[in-house]
């Protein structure tokens, strides 16, 4: 297990808008608490005032709210704050301990388990890497996994696991060819329903999210997104995917799947369509290195450490950065998106210059009358898809304008 003691997710960044109000109305106390938290989580600290002068809720509600919520081991209380006149405020912050929450990332080529408390610091991570996933040995990776998260953690912490979240790919067996794996293997995914699989073990709720999407949430709840409110996300791991944020919230869509970007249609090899997952794809640069006898097991086991250099890198960059500006402008003609985001399953190096490719193609495409995305990197990384898995329990049961995850119990 990789300690993850001296692992940090990204600071945090909760889409609350400034002076976003409660209600003073009975029976809204859930909505209430989940506001004054969501903006804790992202301001760091607050004191009563602060909290009912944003969100125009009554002192008392807020005094009693924060009382509350006290008690229940969510909030700390922090050192008084003397101020010029007047008594000392009392900020409160989040308990670290308040909560813990594990995330599943199913990929093509890895699997992954997160454990990260209140605050989205890791506290410990496991990965399985493999040529193709296969139901029986994710689901023994998962209850070995999960049994090695909880025994890192003590029982009074172990009773505060909130929930498991899934980010996996949608309908995985439509890859079998594409995953170079068994047509066999793959179909029985067809036939299962992982999500209530992994319930039948589990004490605590699970839920499911495509894996691009939740990776796009990972962003929202836990990356540095500053005060972007719609934007972009795309997520480059084996396959290309990504998500979609309005308003400061995750739009899934009613199946779940809304920002399937790999499906997006960009120009081809030769000037035919082809989709955006044909071309910026690991599994591409995968190919062009196989075909030349290069062994490139290391895209998917040392995600932090691979080289990127040589003509079959050269030659990716340059295609997946052309599809990538064509989608991107594509979807700024129907949104106007303030920021398109691109991270994946590579070393920072690699993404910076993925990034910058994107920016040199799009500077050649005739975008007249649309008003380009600015194009970020992603600030969450690598396991963007596990902490995105994480962050569905956390968005469902204590946030608001965040993530909201499908399939919940």
């Known amino acids: ?54 969100t125009r809720l009554s002192a008392q509600t807020v005094s009693v709210i924060m009382r509350e919520l006290e008690d229940e081991g969510l909030l700390l209380r922090l050192a008084p704050q003397r101020g010029k006149v007047g008594q000392p405020s009392i900020p409160m912050a989040l308990n670290p301990d308040g909560a813990y929450f594990i995330g599943l990332k199913i990929g093509r080529r890895s699997a992954e388990l997160v454990l990260i408390d209140f605050l989205g610091n890791v506290r410990a991570m496991l990965q399985n890497s493999y040529r193709y996933p296969a139901p029986r040995e994710i689901l023994d990776f998962v209850d070995g996994g999960v049994k090695r998260l909880r025994a890192s953690l003590n029982s009074s912490q172990d009773k505060r696991i909130a ?30 329903d992982i999500r209530a699989d992994i ?64 499906s997006m249609p960009v120009p081809g090899p030769n000037g035919r369509p082809a989709q955006l997952i044909d071309i910026a794809s690991l599994a591409m640069l995968e190919n062009a290195l196989n075909a030349r006898g290069v062994d490139a097991t290391n895209l998917w086991t040392s995600p932090e450490r691979w080289e990127h250099d040589g003509p079959e890198f050269d030659a990716w960059f340059a295609s997946a950065g052309a599809a990538l500006a064509y989608a991107i402008v594509s979807a700024a003609s129907v949104i106007d998106f303030e920021a398109a985001v691109i991270d994946g399953w590579m070393p920072s190096t690699a993404r910076q210059r993925l990034v910058e490719s994107v920016r040199a193609a799009i500077a050649t495409i005739d975008a007249e009358g649309l008003r380009i995305p600015v194009i970020r990197e992603g600030t969450v990384g690598i396991h963007a898809r596990a902490l995105g898995g994480a962050s569905l329990p956390l968005s469902e049961r204590f946030l608001v304008g965040a993530a909201t995850p499908s399939g919940g119990l």
């Not at 899934?166 to 179909?187: H, Q, R, T, V, Y």
């Not at 084996?238 to 970007?261: D, E, H, K, Q």
């Open 163 to 192: 929930g498991l979240g899934i980010a996996m790919p949608f309908e995985l067996w439509n890859w079998a060819d594409a995953a170079g794996a068994p047509s066999k293997i793959m179909d029985q995914w067809r036939h299962r």
């Open 1 to 54: 297990m990789d300690d993850g003691s001296q692992r940090q997710a990204p600071s945090l960044a909760v889409g609350v808008q400034p002076h976003h109000r409660g209600t003073n109305q009975s029976g809204m106390r859930d909505q209430n608490e989940r506001l004054v938290l969501s903006l804790v989580r992202q301001h760091g600290s607050l004191a009563k005032t602060e909290i009912a002068r944003m």
């Open 199 to 262: 319930q039948a073990s589990c004490s605590f709720p699970v839920y499911l999210q495509n894996d691009a999407t939740a990776a796009c949430g990972a962003e929202l709840v836990f990356g540095q997104t500053g005060h972007l409110r719609d934007f972009i996300y795309f997520y480059i791991g084996a396959f290309a995917g990504g998500g979609v944020v309005l308003n400061g919230r995750l739009y899934s869509g009613p199946s779940g799947n809304a920002g399937a970007l790999g």
